[in-house]
Nanobody
């Protein structure tokens, strides 16, 4: 499974962005997918995850109420809608697919990783 993340960019605080993660194989539609992010000098942190059929989502407390994860299985794509962006949201955003249909917040839950997309938020 290859994952391609896109949609990052430079925005002002308070703006919105939508990230997309597209998988190369249809088998990925049976796997949970998550977004993680990593700021310079910091560890990679969990942002949100969605189950294989989209019925279960988990969002980190730091982005709850502002970020929404969703998926379109027909398009093999998972989205991360990011609203009310803050400077502390900046970093490289990675999407990852798990072996399982449901997965958690740990990086070790995920077997396949995309290359990341840069998000920069100016204050």
């Amino acid at each position: 499974v290859q994952l391609q993340a896109s949609g990052g960019g430079l925005v002002q605080a308070g703006a919105s962005l939508r990230l997309s993660c597209t998988a190369s194989r249809r088998t990925s539609s049976n796997n949970a997918v998550a977004w993680f992010r990593q700021a310079p000098g910091k560890e990679r942190e969990f942002v949100a995850t969605v189950s294989w059929n989209g019925d279960t989502t988990v969002t980190a407390d730091s982005v709850k109420g502002r970020f929404i994860i969703s998926r379109d299985r027909a398009k093999n794509t998972v989205y991360l809608q990011m609203n009310s962006l803050k400077p502390e949201d900046a970093g490289i955003y990675y999407c990852a697919a798990a072996y399982k249909s449901y997965a958690g917040r740990r990086t070790t839950d995920y077997a396949y990783w995309g290359q990341g997309t840069q998000v920069t938020v100016s204050s």
